[in-house]
């Protein structure tokens, strides 16, 4: 009896007294890359916690914390008023907000366009549709060919809000489900344009980005973030119900931690500090 209850004792010891459960992170196309890395390098650290990394985009995930089947929504826009009312009617809640990084959002160019610098002003047209030539920005004469995100990604949004200034998108503007497929196809397109997170840069070039119609033009990278000279930055954000704690906790301490900071670098993606 008594080897047979030595046993058990032995048998409960070796097997964890519970299983933890998954952390989801869900939503920013953008982010998709830099979190899974994150969460690999945490999981490693910390073995037996789970964290489950998905895209989607942003209001996709943003939608899955309010219906409560994600723990993080992981966006690359700020949360929309409605959304955070929907939030506090469900929840009772505001929701809790962590900047996880910062991005230059890059436009990519064709390597073979000659065009090297581009304003604010002429990407606002050239996405409205009012320019539609590259030789209006002092490029060769050729039909422009406009890449662009879907409606539910962040970083369409973003754009529109920041450099189309809420005016809507051409009606040519080729929409497509993340940004890897518009590098992809700017790469393959002379007469291409797109836009999207500077890690994902790929075979495509940077145009270098100037905020007015005269003065300097700034590439993205971590001095130009940094100090404001690149006109087209945003944070890239963690967004849960409530204050994290648990295992959640412990996955933003450590994506914040200097460690995670060097892989939000490595990526290709900059320090939130």
């Known amino acids: 009896m008594k080897r047979i209850l030595s046993t058990l004792l032995l048998a409960a010891l070796a097997v964890p007294a519970f299983a933890q459960k998954a952390v989801t992170v869900k939503g920013s196309d953008t982010m998709v890359i830099m979190n899974a890395r994150i969460a690999e390098a945490f999981m490693k650290k910390n073995p037996g916690t789970t964290i489950q990394v998905t895209g989607g985009g942003s209001g996709?995930?943003?939608?899955?914390?309010?219906?409560?089947?994600?723990?993080?929504?992981?966006?690359?826009?700020?949360?929309?008023?409605?959304?955070?009312?929907?939030?506090?009617q469900r929840f009772q809640t505001r929701g809790h907000t962590v900047p996880i990084a910062r991005d230059g959002l890059a436009v990519y160019l064709n390597t073979s366009n000659p065009v090297r610098e581009l304003s604010m002003p002429q990407l606002k047209e050239i996405y409205t549709g009012k320019v539609t030539n590259w030789k209006q920005v002092g490029g060769k004469d050729a039909p422009i060919v406009l890449y662009s995100r879907e409606n539910s990604s962040g970083?369409?949004?973003?754009?529109?809000d920041t450099v189309l200034l809420q005016?809507?998108?051409?009606?040519?503007?080729?929409?497509?489900?993340g940004t890897a497929a518009v590098v992809n196809a700017v790469s393959k397109d002379p007469n291409g344009i797109g836009y999207?997170?500077?890690?994902y840069a790929k075979g495509i070039k940077f145009a270098k980005v100037r905020k007015g119609a005269t003065g300097p033009a700034f590439e993205p990278n971590l001095t130009t973030v940094r100090s404001g000279q690149y006109p087209i930055t945003r944070f890239l954000y963690f967004y849960l119900r409530s204050a994290p704690k648990g295992t959640a906790k412990q996955f933003i301490d450590y994506a914040l931690s200097p460690e995670g900071q060097r892989l939000v670098s490595a990526v290709g993606y900059f320090p939130v500090k």
């Open 167 to 177: 005016k809507d998108y051409s009606p040519r503007a080729q929409t497509l489900q």
């Open 155 to 160: 970083t369409y949004q973003y754009f529109k």
């Open 60 to 88: 996709v995930g943003l939608a899955g914390l309010i219906n409560g089947v994600t723990d993080i929504a992981a966006s690359s826009r700020p949360i929309k008023t409605s959304e955070v009312d929907k939030l506090k």
């Open 196 to 199: 999207g997170g500077a890690a």
